[in-house]
Nanobody, 129 residues
């Protein structure tokens, strides 16, 4: 079992920055990759960024160049640095991780919820114009 707890959300004006954190506990040793997702009201959940155990990253085209995903393995914490925020970035942000021994290839991780078994409770990000 893996427990995930997000923090760092809040309200910011367009052009501002926020840094989200996701504290992982439990059976995190075998986690091959982790990801950030977001869901805006009335919209489907979408992938934002992923990072694997080697530090390789993927990003949605809508955030590439503005968001940076990183991890601190010593602290079992995943981060999402969000710069140049736009009103369309307003959403609930979730971190996610796969179960031990399972997972998806790199090309699928950003697109499919089934690549993840564990989800945090989410942290709200609101960007005003």
């Amino acid at each position: 079992q893996v427990q995930l707890v997000e923090s760092g959300g809040g309200s910011v004006q367009a052009g501002g920055s926020l840094r989200l954190s996701c504290a992982a506990s439990g059976d995190t040793v075998s986690t091959n990759y982790m990801g950030w997702f977001r869901q805006a009201p009335g919209k489907e959940r979408e992938g934002v960024a992923t990072v694997d155990a080697n530090g390789s990253t993927t990003y949605a085209s809508s955030v590439k160049g503005r968001f940076t995903i990183s991890q601190d393995n010593a602290k079992n914490t995943l981060y999402l640095q969000m710069d140049s925020l736009k009103p369309e970035d307003t959403a609930m942000y979730y971190c996610a991780a796969p179960q031990r021994g399972t997972g998806c290839s790199v090309s699928l991780r950003l697109w499919y919820n089934y690549c993840y078994n564990y989800w945090g409770q989410g942290t709200q990000v609101t960007v005003s114009s």
